[in-house]
């Protein structure tokens, strides 16, 4: 093929690169003599055509001069370490010295030795011959495909010759000599029998140490063969020496540390012993090539000699006694080039998207190596990837590629800041980030795998490409990704409590084998489905996955672009069958949650993310000249407004004196929209940076809450379990008499007798107050704190929530308990010592122009002093709804289940709530 490519391209001057030097000579042999294209009767014999001249460069090229020496020559042969431009001191070739550039075992050709030649050599053509055109690392090859001989049409052709495969025995706690010394003698056995027979053998003994090399000759000589070493410490013509005693018969082989190696043709080498076998696929199959060559006519099959272990997986099955190599030979090579060859299609079908910027021109889509990790979508319209976004939030985008069939699109963005621990532009850090979204027009769904896996990335994504019509596919979806998959375990569940604001047991990851049976049949009342990670068998295979909420899968690999498509194709296909069969698990005890179709109607509260209790962040509101700085817990939630539709909703979001009106939109992304430009509202992100609170509301989502208490994040719904009933003893009935029922509160007249002057008289003659705080405003933990000290460093805390009755006592208005419900549910996160002394720690500071709560009984130094003292398990946290309104012993069914479901909500983190209520 090498001297062929010359004569049908036509060319004047061809640089042949080869790895080694023996390749280069016995290149450079082929070339002179045109050996193989004469026997052919391809060419004419040597008197009708000469051959062409040809130059051998084994001293390095050291200056342009050397270079223009090479003129005379037709045909230049070298090795990257004699010629290549990335060495040091050798200049490129003169442009225009060759037109033809040939690469042997083109697979090196991404090296950066190699990649030189064709780098310097622009206006030349390149071809590159390998016959394993596919490197372990997965880096593709330049250039195209475009003739594949493969090796079970060489083996229908007899171009590939019998290859038997003889394993030797050992036992594994044998030492190493002990190994050695059985396959000498094996092979010894083997060289004297193919002898008998006629044959012209020659021996090759493989072993990965130069010293080893020279010890194992020894023993084969002294088993009576005349075998030499031969290492990269012989010259090259004591090399080439060895070569022709081989040829003449005066040695029977040689023992060789990675030398006679990739692409050396000589055809007496029959019999292969490996003192040390390959352990992966590319280099055995190389191997194995060297020895199944037919163009000599006095030598039979091939004779493999291994110890069958420390065998990679992949090469494994060539390993096994009675295999038949002719067979599985091919079969394996036709797989894995099969798989270089879909790869090499499916980069291929990229396009730029753009024109890249400097500096990136050159980058490889097939050098990436992307996490196996999606983010799922359900979208209303399919992608325009006609153009590439010059950013991505602060990102800028370096390269954009996009597939033929317009459903797959890759980017590539960077990103250039000061460090974090840097106030100045004087330094500045470089990170890079790729983001994949494959798309599927029949289900409209799409996957997106980042290396920056941020909420904000994803909507602006979405909001570039599908106007923003995306939501995230919920978990009742997501879960499919278990279809057809057989022999589930699960080593890792996460059980999510249902009530959104729990804080006794939130979440709770069960780990271990079959963590799966740790969920008990009591969980199911207050606890659905997280998250899992677990293995099982498709299609006979061995897969992990795992997923989540808000529409994430993932596994524990890194994969090429190809492969991360494929990938995404086969859970595509098992999240969208037809035909569902997950399987059984402990995980069918616990829902799942709902997709959430439509925004209910009963929706009328909201509570903050856990992160936003964690993180307590500040939160900067400029409205015209005046800049207010405070927290975003100090914020206030209210006007919630559901569409006719229930595709969105609107909710006034302020501080008690300015305002922004902001929209959640269930099937947009991003989904939080701001509806008018003032005033400004900036929360205190990472990194010393500022986010917009439609930015910050994105990645940290409100909980909503519906009027029953069923409650929803993004697009999947958490229902209430249906409630036993209300407790008797959660009921505490009072005496209301001089009290305004239907009056909650009177600023203006303060004296007056309302619900909350009534209760806090009440308050202040409870005995051992430690300290009481008046907290009705903007962000309240209740209208009421008070705490009671306890024996044994113990704390009582009480949250008291008021509300003024609609009407007469009775106990048939839901409305009159549907708010108090949803607050108190809130109020459970209270429970957490570390919540509640930052709360009460920045309401109670008094602020010159800001609002503060006020300490009815005590003062905030010793009431801080006395929280920080207790131990969290000693603090114990009641929350009381008082509605004078209601009538304990008239309550129907419906205003009973509300209160039933608050109960439950509560007890389940440990809480307590009682009822205020009339007889």
Known sequence: MLTAACFLLQAQRVLLVTPTGPLRSQAAKAFRSLETLRRLTALPGEPDLQGPQVAV???????????????????????????????????????????????????????RTWAAFIRATPRARHVLLSATPFR???????????????????????????????????????????????????AVEVFRRDAEAGLQHRLFARTERIADAERLASLYVAAGLRVE?????????????????????????????????????????KIAVLHSAHKSLVPTLQFIGRFARTNDQHTGAATFLAVPREIDAESTELYREGVDWDVLLADVAEARQGLAIRERETLQSFAQAGHPSADYEAVNPGAFRLAQHVAAYRTGQAPNFDAAPETLKSL??????????????????????SPIWYRDDQLVDAAHECFLLKYFPATQVLFITATERSERYYAELLDVFFEGRAAPLAFEQIRKVLNGMTDQEFYSVGIRSTSPTATAESYR?????????????????????????????????????????????????????????????????????????????????????????????STFMTDWSKNAYRDNPVVLIEDGADTFRTCVLDLEVSDIAVSADGSSLTFRLGDGGHYQQVRFRLNQSPQYALMADEPSMRVAAAEGRWESIEEWLEDNGLVFFTKELDSF?????QRRRASAGIRPDSLMVHNWDGCEMQVEFDLANPGRMTVQRFLQDYLLGLPDNAFVIYDHRSGEAADFIVAQAMPANRLAVSLYHCKGAGGPVSGGRVDDVYELAGQCAKSGRFQRKDYLVRHIERRTLVRPGRGHSPFLVGSRDAALQLLRACDPIAIRLTVYAVQPGLSAGGLVENVRTVMASANDSLTSQGVELRWMTSA
């Open 713 to 717: 994040t993004r697009s999947t719904l």
């Open 396 to 417: 800028q985008v370096t390269n954009a590629w996009r597939s033929d069939d317009g459903t797959t699109y890759l980017l590539l963005a960077k990103s250039v800041r």
């Open 229 to 269: 070493a031969v290492s990269s410490r012989r010259s090259r013509q004591q090399i080439e020496e060895v070569e022709a005693r081989l040829v003449a018969g005066e040695l029977d082989g040689v023992v060789c540390v990675d030398m006679f190696g990739e692409g050396y043709d000589f055809p007496k080498f």
């Open 509 to 601: 990851i069960v780990a271990g084998s079959n963590a799966d049976r740790g969920v008990r049949d009591t969980d199911a009342a207050n606890f659905s489905q997280g998250h899992f990670m677990g293995r099982g068998q498709v299609n006979g295979a061995t897969e992990v996955i795992g997923a989540s909420a808000g529409g994430r899968v993932w596994s524990n690999g890194k994969l090429s672009i190809p492969d991360i498509l494929d990938w995404m194709e086969a859970l595509h296909g098992r999240m969208t069958a037809a035909q569902v069969n997950i399987g059984r698990s402990g995980l069918d005890l616990l829902s799942y949650g709902e997709t959430l179709q439509r925004i209910p109607a």
């Open 57 to 111: 460069v084994e001293e390095r090229i050291d200056s342009p001069e050397a270079w223009q020496a090479l003129e005379q020559f037709d045909v230049v042969v070298c090795t990257p370490h004699s010629a290549s431009p990335e060495m040091d001191g050798v200049p490129p070739p003169p442009d225009g010295l060759f037109d033809l550039v040939l690469v042997d075992e083109g697979h090196h050709s991404p090296a």
């Open 136 to 186: 372990r690392d997965r880096r593709q090859l330049p250039g195209r495909l475009v003739f594949y001989y493969s090796l079970r049409r060489a083996v229908e052709e007899n171009a590939f010759g019998k290859v038997v495969f003889s394993p030797v025995l050992v036992d594994d706690a044998e030492l190493p000599e002990r190994r050695d010394a059985a396959l000498v003698a094996a």
